[in-house]
């Protein structure tokens, strides 16, 4: 079956636009995590979605960053007026319940110039 | 609050060698623990973990973990490594909630 797929693959921003980013799980999965991963770290949370139910936010860096899961299915991470620092490879993972094992997207890369 | 720790940025290792990646961990409750492992150009593979019940569990491709709770470690082991092991492999907690606390990676790479 279709894991978990992420777009754009790649982005390339200015400072100060806009972007959104966009996540679609596994079909039936429950959870929906988001994660940023710097260059040469490893990933961190920023949030969690339980069905529509953003349950845990508190990884989000700055009031810039946004995200929401309506249906609970398709899920998109916007970031505002966007810096230099926002630059990472965004990943999505999702599982199909709680506690089960989460399955990552590809991630997509934003260069924020 | 979790933390884990990857001591070794970078692991070179010749090819049917044995190899051991190094992962601590600190937390306050119970845990659960993973190694999750990225290949060139491709997404977070799950590669094992820990629940509960036998602190030794084991992969398909014959990488190995122990937990070790008196020294708070899941060090990922495998006896004989091939070239097509080399990938940057995460170490993770979760506690309580489902959040993945990553340490910061360590790159294997497998010389012939």
């Known amino acids: 079956g279709a894991g978990v797929s992420q777009s754009p693959r790649y982005k390339v921003a200015k400072r100060g636009q806009d972007v959104a980013l966009r996540c679609d799980p596994i079909?039936?999965?429950?959870?929906l995590f988001w994660y940023q991963q710097a260059l040469g770290q490893g990933p961190e949370f920023l949030t969690y979605?339980?069905?529509?139910?953003?349950?845990?936010k508190s990884g989000l860096p700055s009031d810039r960053f946004f995200a929401e899961r309506p249906e609970g299915s398709v899920s998109t991470l916007k970031i505002q007026r966007t810096q230099q620092e926002d630059s990472a490879v965004y990943l999505c993972?999702?599982?199909?319940?709680?506690?089960?094992?989460?399955?990552f997207g590809p991630g997509t890369r934003l260069l924020v110039l | 609050a979790q933390s884990v720790t990857q001591l070794d940025s970078q692991v070179p290792v010749f090819e049917e060698a044995p190899v051991e990646l190094r992962c601590n961990y600190s937390?306050?409750?119970?845990?659960?623990l993973f190694w999750y492992v990225q290949y060139p150009n491709q997404g977070l593979q799950l590669l094992l973990k820990?629940?509960?019940?036998?602190?030794l569990v084991e992969s398909i491709n014959g990488f190995e973990a122990e937990f070790n709770k008196s020294q708070t470690s899941f060090h990922l082991r495998k006896p004989s490594v091939h070239i097509s092991d080399t990938a940057e492999y995460f170490c993770?907690?979760?506690?309580?909630?489902?959040?993945?606390?990553f340490g910061t990676g360590t790159r294997l790479q497998v010389f012939p």
């Open positions: 993770a907690v979760a506690g309580s909630t489902d959040k993945l606390i």
């Open positions: 993972a999702s599982s199909a319940d709680v506690q089960e094992t989460q399955y």
């Open positions: 937390s306050s409750v119970s845990v659960y």
């Open positions: 979605f339980q069905n529509e139910a953003q349950l845990d």
């Open positions: 079909s039936g999965h429950v959870s």
């Open positions: 820990y629940l509960s019940g036998s602190t």
